[in-house]
């Protein structure tokens, strides 16, 4: 496919949601809502996600990331961490069992606002002193979890029963301990120093630092409770962790599909675009200052000019100057810069077109361009004679494949072959470029596998619904003459 093939018609902007859960009966719980096709992607470190479809009420689809990260605060953490820079999520959420302490039922849903640690603390000779530990979820979906608690509308997606649950928004305590009495040692430091807290956990906390050390990020801990802390049996597992997960994942993905489009922190405006706009407003300020300088010199210069054509005499005219002959060019190279259809050892080939490497359709999926020829390929296996690849994933962005050298490109002379040349081998890019990093008419210099000379202007960078933006150039290629 060339770059000039218009694209298909757009799709829906997808969403993209990453649902951690730590046992099998979670996943499977959140796995039941998803519809298909359901894929199978694997991270470049090992962890295997599945990912699924489900449709908001604004009629915006979802792209549900779910994995299984096992048991525990840090396992929660890291598989959170390597998922957000996979995927990078507008949301978060984690989705399991729970031990209820005190104000709950079996089979109610606990929204965790907000989480303890628990276990940190100091043990000395007068005592022990606690050291908890305290992480909140985003307020955009604490606020939204209160809404579908208040209408109970989420218990349309479980099965009938007698009595229906209730879901509340309350204080957990997370930690590594397995609770399995009342009268334990650390229920009876829940019962001091976590008093509030309706339910215990073993990830809640890893989870929610981590989705706090990823700005822009909203997450989210929704537990069903599946016991009580006393009678725990394998027997009362085998039947309530199944319902639980199940009311907990009920809950989850009504949450979802009740969460608006536009209104994640990608609409606030960050640090990064402020310093953008401030950088604009400077540079167009001084725009503005040398025009007005340039309009000061041309008013002088015609003010003086008038000035001497008034004073100057009358010219005789008997006197006529002599005509000057042009220069001798015999003998001597002439000083007139190479045409740029032929210069200095290149031709141009391409002149200027426009040239689109569009987005992949899906995570880790690769767009590769062959420079020489002026082609495209979306969703494609690199090949030897793709000097650039797009890719969305790890290490994701615009980079080289076989081309020999790319660098940006000079702000003066980039249109003379040797120049560009030049500024490929003495200014080169380390590594890929992130789309959020490029800029609207930044250039680049690329010296091809084929040793021609390639000039790449970006001219937009278009959302299309996809992972990445479509990133338009303009292509212009000398070939080696």
């Given at each position: 496919?060339t770059?000039?093939?218009?694209r298909?018609a ?12 730590a046992l099998p009966?979670?996943y499977?719980?959140?796995?039941a809502?998803l519809s298909g ?8 470190g090992?962890t295997i996600?599945?990912?699924?479809t489900?449709?908001?009420r ?5 792209m549900?990331v779910l994995l299984?990260t ?6 929660a953490g ?10 990078r999520?507008?949301?978060?959420l984690f989705?399991g069992?729970?031990?209820?302490r ?5 089979g109610?849903?606990?929204v965790?606002?907000p989480i303890?640690?628990y276990?940190e603390?100091?043990?000395?000779a ?5 050291r908890i530990k305290t992480?909140?979820p985003?307020?955009r979906?604490?606020q939204r ?9 989420w ?7 007698p009595v229906m649950?209730?879901?509340v928004?309350?204080?957990?305590a997370?930690g590594?301990?397995v ?7 650390t229920?009876e ?5 976590c008093?509030?807290?309706v339910a215990?956990?073993?990830e ?6 981590t ?17 009580l802390?006393?009678g725990?049996?394998?027997n ?7 319902v ?8 989850a993905?009504?949450l979802l599909t009740?969460?608006?489009a536009g209104?994640s922190?990608?609409?606030?405006e960050?640090?990064?675009?402020s310093?953008?706009k401030?950088a604009?407003a400077l540079?167009l300020?001084?725009v503005?200052?040398?025009t007005v300088?340039?309009?000061v ?8 000019t008038t000035?001497?054509?008034t ?11 002599a005509?000057?002959?042009p ?12 045409s740029?259809?032929?210069a200095?050892g290149y031709k ?7 040239f ?12 590769a361009?062959?420079?020489?020829a ?6 494609t296996?690199l090949?030897?004679?793709d000097d ?7 290490p ?5 494949n ?8 000079p ?15 003495s200014d080169a890019?380390s ?8 800029e609207?008419?930044?250039?680049f210099?690329?010296i091809?596998d084929?040793?021609n000379v ?6 937009d960078k278009s959302?299309?619904g996809?992972l ?6 303009e292509?212009?290629v000398?070939?080696?003459?």
């Amino acid at each position: 496919m060339t770059s000039s093939t218009p694209r298909t018609a757009p799709r829906a902007r997808v969403r993209i949601a990453v649902v951690c859960t730590a046992l099998p009966v979670e996943y499977h719980a959140v796995r039941a809502h998803l519809s298909g096709p359901i894929i199978e992607r694997q991270h470049p470190g090992g962890t295997i996600y599945e990912t699924g479809t489900v449709l908001g009420r604004d009629g915006s689809p979802w792209m549900v990331v779910l994995l299984e990260t096992g048991q525990g605060n840090t396992a929660a953490g890291v598989e959170l961490e390597r998922a957000i820079a996979h995927f990078r999520p507008e949301a978060a959420l984690f989705v399991g069992v729970a031990g209820g302490r005190k104000d709950v039922a079996l089979g109610d849903v606990v929204v965790a606002d907000p989480i303890y640690d628990y276990e940190e603390g100091k043990d000395t000779a007068h005592g022990y002193y606690p050291r908890i530990k305290t992480h909140r979820p985003s307020n955009r979906l604490k606020q939204r979890a209160i809404s579908v608690a208040r209408s109970g509308e989420w218990r349309g997606r479980i099965a009938p029963s007698p009595v229906m649950p209730s879901a509340v928004v309350k204080p957990l305590a997370a930690g590594s301990v397995v609770i399995a009495h009342r009268e334990s040692s650390t229920a009876e430091h829940l019962d001091r120093y976590c008093g509030d807290a309706v339910a215990v956990d073993m990830e809640g906390h890893g989870f929610l630092h981590t989705a706090y050390l990823n700005a822009g990020v909203d997450a989210l801990v929704i537990r069903g409770i599946s016991d009580l802390l006393t009678g725990k049996t394998p027997n009362a597992d085998d039947h309530w962790q199944p319902v639980a997960a199940a009311h907990a994942a009920a809950f989850a993905i009504e949450l979802l599909t009740c969460l608006p489009a536009g209104t994640s922190h990608e609409s606030v405006e960050t640090p990064r675009g402020s310093r953008k706009k401030h950088a604009v407003a400077l540079l167009l300020g001084a725009v503005l200052l040398a025009t007005v300088a340039v309009l000061v010199i041309v008013l002088v210069d015609r003010t003086a000019t008038t000035t001497a054509t008034t004073n100057t005499p009358p010219s005789d005219p008997a006197v006529v100057p002599a005509p000057v002959s042009p220069p001798s060019t015999s003998g001597s190279s002439s000083t007139a810069p190479p045409s740029s259809s032929s210069a200095g050892g290149y031709k141009l080939a391409i002149e200027k077109r426009p040239f689109t490497l569009g987005a992949p359709d899906s995570s880790c999926q690769i767009t590769a361009a062959d420079l020489d020829a002026g082609t495209v390929k979306v969703n494609t296996d690199l090949k030897d004679k793709d000097d650039l690849r797009y890719w969305n994933c790890s290490p994701e962005g615009l980079g080289m494949n076989n081309a020999e050298y790319m660098g940006n490109a000079p702000s003066v002379g980039a249109e003379n072959p040797q120049e560009c040349a030049q500024a490929a081998r003495s200014d080169a890019v380390s590594g890929s470029v992130k789309h959020d990093d490029l800029e609207i008419g930044q250039s680049f210099c690329v010296i091809t596998d084929e040793e021609n000379v390639a000039l790449l202007k970006l001219i937009d960078k278009s959302s299309n619904g996809y992972l990445d933006p479509d990133l338009k150039f303009e292509l212009t290629v000398w070939k080696r003459s």
